[in-house]
């Protein structure tokens, strides 16, 4: 089983030394089968203008990791869309986005990616609002984020209770037809109305499937979020983005 990490990365060159260091200590997700999952880490460096293209190459040097760089900076969605073509092309056969700010902890990809080694989910999405750990922070934020939430479930018809947690998973299948357009952070709301509408049809030997809905599930996480003044990049546009984009990618 061939796992990708997808970190899309931006003048983070204090942090990406520390979240690459703990995701390499992290214990590789076990498959069914009882094998070690073969995982290659993706860094796809956004344009960046510190040190983080050179801290990034430098970590490429290994043989589980690849460094993506693009020419200058385009957004989250563009990050994500360049580091899932390069994972398609690798054969991955499931993937894990996770941000580069450490918000999200590596320890918890195999709990993330359970219901898809499983094989009970096709799309796994993080849920900070479910009863782990997390630090306390803005409250027009969550206010915000439940009202971006409830406008996408009204209109996906999906019953989720954080769209715009970063941390998600998808096997191969679910993704692989997914053309990503948004450049930055309405990529999460436009991954969760393509994931709502995506139909794949199950590769069991000698049968004829119909196409069916995705099987989508949510799991718990812990939040460990930053304030503006520790670097966090999403503003209050961003909101009133995330729900344009919502009601463009579900009608």
Not at 96 to 109: A, G, K, N, R, T
Not at 138 to 162: E, G, K, V
Request: aromatic fraction near 8%; charged fraction near 25%.
């Amino acid at each position: 089983m061939r796992i990708a990490v997808i970190i899309p990365v931006y003048n983070e060159e204090a942090l990406v030394p520390l979240l690459f260091n703990r995701l390499i200590n992290t214990p590789v997700p076990i498959a069914n089968d009882g094998k070690p999952c073969r995982r290659t880490i993706y860094l796809v460096n956004d344009g960046s203008t510190d040190q983080t293209k050179s801290i990034i190459d430098r970590f490429a040097k290994r043989d589980d990791t690849t460094a993506i760089h693009l020419p200058m900076n385009l957004g989250k969605g563009s990050a994500l869309k360049a580091g899932i073509k390069a994972a398609l092309d690798d054969n991955a056969d499931a993937m894990i986005i996770q941000d580069s700010d450490l918000e999200y902890d590596p320890h918890e990809h195999d709990a993330m990616l359970k219901p898809i080694l499983d094989g009970r989910a096709d799309a796994v999405i993080g849920t900070r609002f479910l009863g782990q750990t997390h630090r306390v922070l803005y409250y027009w934020h969550s206010i915000a984020n439940r009202l971006i939430t409830l406008t996408s479930n009204m209109m996906s018809n999906l019953n989720l209770t954080d769209i715009e947690c970063g941390f998600k998973a998808f096997t191969r299948e679910a993704i692989e037809d997914i053309q990503i357009t948004e450049l930055r952070f309405g990529v999460e709301p436009e991954l969760i109305a393509k994931l709502a509408k995506a139909r794949i049809i199950d590769a069991a030997p000698n049968s004829i499937s119909s196409p069916r809905p995705l099987r989508i599930y949510e799991v718990p996480i812990s939040y460990a979020g930053r304030t503006y003044e520790e670097g966090k990049k999403i503003g209050w546009k961003d909101g009133f983005e995330a729900l344009w984009c919502i009601l463009k990618h579900n009608i």
